[in-house]
């Protein structure tokens, strides 16, 4: 019920959004690739949820080669100016044929430049392979997301479908410059398996994420001001062959305290565009900053506590859900409250873990 299942009740509802001009076809790859549903207008949706109800599971898991048929009926359906794309539902458990996630790489590369785009929705628990299917939405030009109940599935089909299903800039690269006048240490938070090196950033060559229609990227920082004492400042030994830049009088440079380059093709492009826009340093409270950045601190913070960062200092579960439920606002949709009850839970099973350990170290 947590993949088929599930699976046939996410597509119901992305039917539900299809137009005439719209068309969809459906590959199956369970022991051998195959077209379960040439291409179908968006107007017969009765076609397309007749040949969802006949999916059924069975033998071995071609995922390569479903993968590749479903390039080749997208490049020979492929709409001009449309959004072409493959929704891959999967485990990412294959096993037959081209099933390493270097091959499967190499495959999805080579495609990206046809002009169609791989969304991957993963299902299932156990045998999923979230990193696979993770770097396989990002060499596809795409997408991921983990889709565990029809809740999820709404949110990713229906109510975020621009930003998930429409591409408006690919190769989108940031790059941030800290002002050493100002700025003493820094790191990003997150974002590990998408770090490029510097001189990627205007090698138009370089692959780089996609944005969508309405779709908002938040990149946290943080950061030392110069004058302030750290633990994590460390002493390193001056450079011989080089002169180190003198850090001028805070009087006399700028306030800026960073500069945030932007860089991104159009969708059918090749060649990017750069924005650059310089932030001056304007202190601000917490309390003072908007309420869509403290819950994106809120949900920062838990992250670094699931993963036991070394700077998580006096950070808490109860911090994060305070943060968190005083920046809840409206939630239309129900995802902040969801996400205060995920900190509760795992609150709870920190405590009676920690609790559990003390009994056994007492007896």
């Not at 091959?103 to 045998?127: A, C, F, P």
């Not at 998930?164 to 700025?183: G, L, R, S």
């Not at 305290?257 to 826009?277: C, N, Q, W």
């Not at 239309?332 to 795992?346: P, Q």
């Amino acid at each position: 019920p947590q993949k088929l299942d599930l699976v046939k009740s996410s597509l119901r509802l992305l039917v539900n959004n299809l137009r005439e001009k719209d068309k969809v076809s459906i590959v199956v790859y369970a022991g051998a690739a195959g077209e379960v549903l040439p291409a179908t207008p968006g107007s017969d949706r009765q076609k397309i949820r007749e040949a969802i109800e006949k999916l059924s599971a069975g033998g071995s898991t071609a995922g390569g080669e479903g993968i590749q048929l479903a390039y080749k009926i997208a490049e020979k359906n492929f709409i001009n100016g449309g959004n072409n794309r493959i929704i891959l539902c999967t485990d990412g458990d294959f096993n037959v044929g081209v099933s390493s996630s270097e091959d499967l790489e190499s495959l999805i590369e080579s495609k990206r430049k046809s002009g169609v785009y791989l969304t991957v929705l993963g299902y299932g628990m156990g045998n999923y392979k979230d990193k696979k299917l993770q770097i396989l939405a990002e060499k596809g030009n795409g997408n991921h997301a983990y889709i565990d109940n029809i809740q999820e599935a709404n949110k990713v089909l229906v109510n975020e479908f621009g930003s998930t299903m429409f591409t408006v800039a690919k190769d989108v690269k940031i790059q941030v410059e800290f002002n050493p006048a100002q700025v003493n240490a820094y790191r990003l938070v997150g974002y590990e398996t998408r770090l490029l090196n510097k001189e990627d950033f205007n090698d138009d060559t370089k692959d780089a994420g996609e944005l969508g229609s309405g779709h908002t990227v938040t990149a946290l920082y943080e950061v030392i001001p110069v004058g302030v004492k750290s633990s994590f400042l460390r002493d390193v030994d001056k450079l011989k062959y080089q002169q180190e830049p003198e850090r001028l009088s805070r009087t006399t440079q700028t306030d800026e305290i960073m500069t945030v380059k932007f860089r991104y093709k159009a969708p059918d492009g090749d060649v990017s565009k750069l924005i650059e826009h310089p932030l001056r340093d304007q202190e601000l409270k917490l309390n003072a900053t908007s309420a869509n950045f403290r819950f994106a601190a809120a949900v920062a913070e838990f992250g670094m506590l699931l993963r036991n960062s070394a700077f998580v200092s006096e950070a808490s579960f109860d911090q994060v859900i305070e943060l968190a439920r005083k920046a809840r606002g409206d939630d239309e949709e129900g995802y902040r409250s969801e996400f205060i009850r995920l900190v509760e839970n795992a609150g709870a099973l920190a405590a009676s873990k920690k609790t559990t350990q003390t009994d056994l170290s007492r007896n």
